[in-house]
């Protein structure tokens, strides 16, 4: 009977064809997205020195402040001043302020006692900073990143051309020995990859707030963090999701714009890092949600209906052949766009930790649905 229902025969075939369809998605997107930052080149460099107000929140950070801050500061631009919101901090970063601005008259500190009721998180200070701003050009990274070169300033503001309001850039962490610092790298190459792969594609949806700069009139146009000022994170996701287009966003990837930081020293600090980010991401936009989760469906059930077929003992030449196809597209195209971002050394691991990254994702994702975290520092 049920013979006469189902040619059971033909289940290996008719899985064969779904495997078929999250491959061509697959393909898509590497043809169609990343191939966009395998194949830049930088964007039209503007002539203009502008000055520009580098925005720094602090909680905390005294020995990050100690050891990056003379190096932001000595940037080889015309005309730039660092703002750093020190935000309640009980450590020795006040007085280490103090000091270094005796040296550094370009230097300004601004003491935030405690949060608003009505913010939290690091967005109240990030806006305080933007106001106090000087400059239209506000930059902003985080007190544990040092800039690659003295002209981190500089390549990142060249990108100003007329109708640009925002410029992405990337920061990487520090290369260490371990099975977690590939991962953690990985991750954040993968990540680097996607936004900045988006944006050159027209559908920009996210920056990183440790390299990522816009004007502050352009932040006060559109209300600034106002629209989403209860969720703690996102303040530098969030206002970019909602205001990027095409026309006012630009990319900057030249290793003398990078800023570097350190990476989280164990496995469960960083997955809570990631698991307040994943959270974040669920206040995109539809358009970018469904971009992104797509891939990351297609992804999944592309292995999992590569190891399903095969333990059907269906012919294993079409099969290898489309996994062989992928892995061949995606390392040639993944490579190129690790080495625009200068992670060389991890090109060799793509396949293996693709999977890794893609099972702690799901893992993430499911413990995001019964706990979610709340906590910015």
């Known amino acids: 009977m049920l013979d006469r229902l189902v040619n059971l025969d033909t289940i290996p075939l008719a899985l064969l064809i779904i495997l078929s369809c999250f491959f061509l998605i697959q393909i898509v997107y590497y043809l169609v997205i990343f191939l966009r930052l395998a194949r830049y080149k930088g964007p039209v460099s503007g002539q203009s ?26 940037q ?18 006040s007085y280490l302020l103090s000091d270094l601005q ?88 993968h990540v680097a990859t996607q936004y900045l792969s988006y944006a050159l594609a027209g559908l920009p949806y996210m920056g990183v707030g440790r390299n990522l700069s816009y004007l502050k009139s352009f932040f006060y146009d559109n209300q600034g963090f106002i629209q989403h000022y209860k969720i703690r994170s996102g303040d530098d996701d969030l206002f970019i999701n909602r205001v990027a287009k095409k026309s006012n966003t630009s990319v900057v990837v030249h290793p003398n714009s990078f800023t570097i930081s350190e990476p989280k020293k164990t496995f469960s600090h960083w997955v809570t890092q990631k698991r307040r980010h994943l959270t974040t991401s669920t206040h995109y936009r539809f358009i970018h949600r469904f971009l992104l989760g797509s891939y990351s469906f297609s992804l999944f059930f592309f292995y999992f209906f590569f190891v399903l077929v095969l333990a059907l003992n269906f012919s294993i030449f079409p099969v290898l052949g489309l996994f062989v196809l992928r892995a061949v597209i995606q390392y040639l195209i993944l490579s190129c766009c690790f080495r625009q971002l200068k992670e060389n050394d991890l090109i060799l691991f793509i396949p293996l930790l693709e999977i890794v990254l893609l099972l702690l994702n799901i893992g993430i994702g499911i413990t995001n649905l019964f706990r979610r975290p709340n906590k910015w520092k």
Not at 61 to 72: D, H, R, S, T, V
Not at 81 to 92: C, K, R
Not at 130 to 151: E, G, H, M, Q, R
């Open 102 to 189: 005796k040296e550094y008259p370009n230097l300004k500190s601004i003491e935030i006692q405690k949060d608003m009721n009505f913010f939290t998180g690091k967005k109240f200070p990030l806006a305080i900073g933007i106001k106090s701003a000087k400059y239209d050009k506000v930059l902003l990274t985080d007190a544990d990143c040092k800039p690659s070169s003295p002209f981190w300033i500089a390549n990142m503001q060249s990108a100003y051309i007329t109708g640009i309001k925002i410029i992405l850039g990337y920061s990487p962490y520090t290369r260490t020995k371990g099975l977690l610092n590939k991962l953690i790298r990985f991750d954040t190459a």
């Open 76 to 93: 080889d631009y015309p005309e730039f001043e660092v703002l750093v919101v020190n935000h309640a901090s009980d450590d020795e970063s």
């Open 49 to 74: 020195k502008e000055g520009v107000s580098v925005v720094i929140c602090a909680h905390n950070e005294y020995y990050n402040l100690k050891a990056n801050l003379p190096l932001i500061l000595e």
